[in-house]
């Protein structure tokens, strides 16, 4: 653990002070607070279950009250992430020129072209683009966890950290700056408030009829990337998970309710209509 257990106790306990002194009833609790997704819970679950498992290594306790069979996690399932439409992608990358602001200008040139996560996107710096090789370097990320203040980190996984290909044609809306500014904020990232505006901005310079809303963008290009190459493991390492399973479950959404099957099959196999 990276931080004592009685710590980590006391930060989802705070009426406990010891590991020793959590039983069944006070994980309830925890879970009954959460107005969360039950996804979110069941990993905050996983996180508990941690603790209590060192406790036990650790002589702290001699059960895990996670294991009781009183323990109900419920919740409502988390809503998927519905990709923006072709015709509404061929809109963005049509008016990227309209965006007044550099910084904005940059944003939408990047987001919405490459399947990165929005703390990715933040936490690009000017070196990490190869405007020579035509690659994007990703290996670092901001996130927001009080909401405002940027927190610089590493990426989510080992797989996260990778190299995509840049798209060639967006070159031309980049203006570059100094190396190891960020492309998005300077000398600091941007904070939570600062990206909500970036995004409201570029909304009203190219009179878009939804929100830019940025974890959109990576579930749309990588929506697209499959349903043009049909090669999954492409996707996953544009994507940067470790499975294959992870981008067709989360992130591959598919264009049509219905492909017929039939015709290609017919197709490879020399059947002609």
């Known amino acids: 653990m990276f931080l004592p257990l009685d710590e980590v106790a006391l930060y989802f306990f705070p009426h406990q002070a010891q590991v020793i002194d959590i039983c069944p009833v006070d994980v309830q609790k925890v879970f009954n607070a959460m107005s969360s997704a039950k996804e979110t819970k069941i990993k905050v679950k996983n996180i508990l279950n941690m603790v209590f ?3 036990i290594e650790d002589g702290l306790i001699q059960r895990n009250p996670l294991h009781s069979r009183s323990i109900r996690i419920t919740g409502q399932a988390s809503k998927p992430i519905v990709p923006y439409t072709v015709e509404q992608m061929r809109y963005l990358v049509q008016h990227i020129a309209d965006v007044r602001k550099p910084m904005d200008r940059n944003y939408l040139a990047l987001h919405a072209l ?3 996560r929005p703390e990715e996107i933040l936490g690009l710096q000017w070196q990490d683009i190869d405007f020579a090789d035509r690659t994007i370097r990703i290996e670092r990320a901001v996130t927001h966890p009080n909401r405002n203040a940027p ?3 590493g990426t989510k996984t080992d797989a996260s950290r990778r190299v995509i290909d840049l798209v060639p044609q967006i070159i031309p809306y980049l203006t570059r700056s100094t190396e190891g500014h960020f492309v998005l ?8 408030t600062q990206t909500r505006k970036m995004c409201q901005r570029i909304q009203q310079d190219i009179n878009f009829a939804e929100a830019i809303t940025p974890r ?4 749309t290009v990588l929506t697209d990337l499959y349903d043009m190459t049909k090669d999954i493991k492409q996707a996953q390492a544009a994507a940067g998970h470790t499975t294959a399973a992870m981008t067709l479950k989360h992130y591959v959404k598919g264009r049509s309710e219905h492909r017929n099957t039939a015709a290609p099959i017919a197709s490879a196999y020399g059947l002609e209509n």
Do not use: I, V
Not at 185 to 192: A, D, I, N, T, V
Not at 216 to 219: D, I, K
């Open 216 to 219: 959109r963008f990576r579930t």
């Open 185 to 192: 904020g300077g000398e600091q990232p941007l904070s939570y």
């Open 151 to 153: 927190l610089l980190k």
């Open 53 to 55: 498992e060192q406790a």
């Open 114 to 116: 490459h399947p990165l």
